[in-house]
T-cell receptor
Framework: NAGVTQTPKFRILKIGQSMTLQCTQD?????MYWYRQDPGMGLKLIYY???????DKGEVPNGYNVSRSTTEDFPLRLELAAPSQTSVYFC????????????FGEGSRLTVL | QKEVEQDPGPLSVPEGAIVSLNCTYS??????FMWYRQYSRKGPELLMY????GNKEDGRFTAQVDKSSKYISLFIRDSQPSDSATYLC????????????????FGQGTILTVHP
């Protein structure tokens, strides 16, 4: 069972470059989320989706975009990368009628120089 | 003031010790309380889940919620080196179907090391 799979695991970007973090889940979960984790700051919600075609902003959406064309995939797009976007990004999913337990991927470590 | 405050530690204890991890929060709308464990270079995984006030026990782990004090705790009995990880408290105001469902507010995480 793969669960939530994120790619790439590591990436170094130059300021101003763009990239997409990929996330896919094989648990048929409707709800998907992107969080970022900075040292000493916990996890902050960037964007979330309650189903294909439906996305909404979280606490820290600036500088990011998302799309949800299928149940399985929820890519996160970084436009014009800035050093403040250096972080570890986690994708997570959950089923709609449960406890809200989030199933996380292993994370994507992004450095912007 | 952060919505959720958690002492980041680090906390270092000998094997077999009782560990107490704590979080305080300010948002009285929080009703769902969780503890996640995160090993180095891995994603968080759910350890304990509690709804509203009270205690919940699972093996060596006990979660306590005191909504009147806006305070939650996780106790680990007979701690093992394999318990060495970062522990994150998380909370939400909504259950299934609610507007905050899955949108968790996390504490900063406490780094725990259990040495043999």
């Amino acid at each position: 069972n793969a669960g939530v799979t994120q790619t790439p695991k590591f990436r170094i970007l130059k300021i101003g470059q763009s990239m997409t973090l990929q996330c896919t889940q094989d648990m048929n979960h409707n709800y998907m989320y992107w969080y970022r984790q900075d040292p000493g700051m916990g996890l902050k919600l960037i964007y979330y989706s309650v189903g294909a075609g439906i996305t909404d902003k979280g606490e820290v959406p600036n500088g990011y975009n998302v799309s949800r064309s299928t149940t399985e995939d929820f890519p996160l797009r970084l436009e014009l990368a800035a050093p403040s976007q250096t972080s570890v990004y986690f994708c997570a999913s959950t089923r709609p009628r449960g406890t809200g337990e989030l199933f996380f991927g292993e994370g994507s470590r992004l450095t912007v120089l | 003031q952060k919505e959720v405050e958690q002492d980041p530690g680090p906390l270092s204890v000998p094997e077999g010790a009782i560990v107490s991890l704590n979080c305080t929060y300010s948002n009285s709308a929080f009703q769902y309380f969780m503890w996640y464990r995160q090993y180095s270079r891995k994603g968080p995984e759910l350890l304990m889940y509690t709804y509203s006030s009270g205690n919940k026990e699972d093996g060596r782990f006990t979660a306590q919620v005191d909504k009147s004090s806006k305070y939650i705790s996780l106790f680990i009995r007979d701690s093992q080196p394999s318990d060495s990880a970062t522990y994150l408290c998380a909370m939400s105001g909504s259950g299934a179907g609610g507007t905050s469902y899955g949108k968790l507010t996390f504490g900063q995480g406490t780094i725990l090391t259990v040495h043999p």
